[in-house]
């Protein structure tokens, strides 16, 4: 073997490949490891009454991003919406409008915002159908009716 304070070179030789340190793992050797960890896992079940559920896989991750990206576009409809619905009560009352409605029109931005980060912190730890379920009826729940009465254009 090669000198240890040279050890940037040892990655460009083959010397070294007999260093019983570096064993490849075999089946057997994750069969061994996966029995140690179902044990353990088991013994600490037997103290819980309900396992946790199981990490969110791949498609439930995607299905997360794809409701969040309609809770934004929530979002921006309630902002489009009640700025034209503002628009829309001054030009015909000649009133501005008063504290009263600025401050439901902030409430209604933010509430899909709200309802999102509320579903996802208090269903952690639950089944995912019990937080699709949340998700899903924000969806329906907070839709922005002014952008979808009055639009972005007005009649």
Request: proline share 6%.
């Amino acid at each position: 073997m090669t000198d240890p304070t040279s050890s940037d070179d040892d990655a460009l030789r083959w010397d070294g490949d007999d260093d019983p340190t570096l064993r490849a793992t075999t089946d057997d050797d994750v069969a061994v490891a996966r029995s140690a960890t179902r044990t353990n896992s088991q013994s600490a079940a037997a103290h819980v009454d309900e396992e946790p559920p199981a990490p969110a896989g791949n498609v439930a991750l995607v299905a997360y991003g794809v409701i969040g990206g309609v809770y934004a576009l929530w979002i921006v409809g309630w902002v489009l919406g009640t700025m034209r619905l503002r628009e829309r009560i001054e030009g015909a009352t000649g009133a501005v409008a008063d504290f009263m409605f600025l401050g439901s029109m902030a409430l209604a931005v933010a509430a899909p915002a709200v309802w999102f980060l509320v579903a996802i912190i208090g269903t952690r730890g639950k089944r995912p159908w019990q937080r699709f379920l949340w998700l899903g009826l924000g969806v329906l729940l907070l839709v922005p009716w002014p952008f979808v009465m009055v639009g972005v254009l007005g009649q």
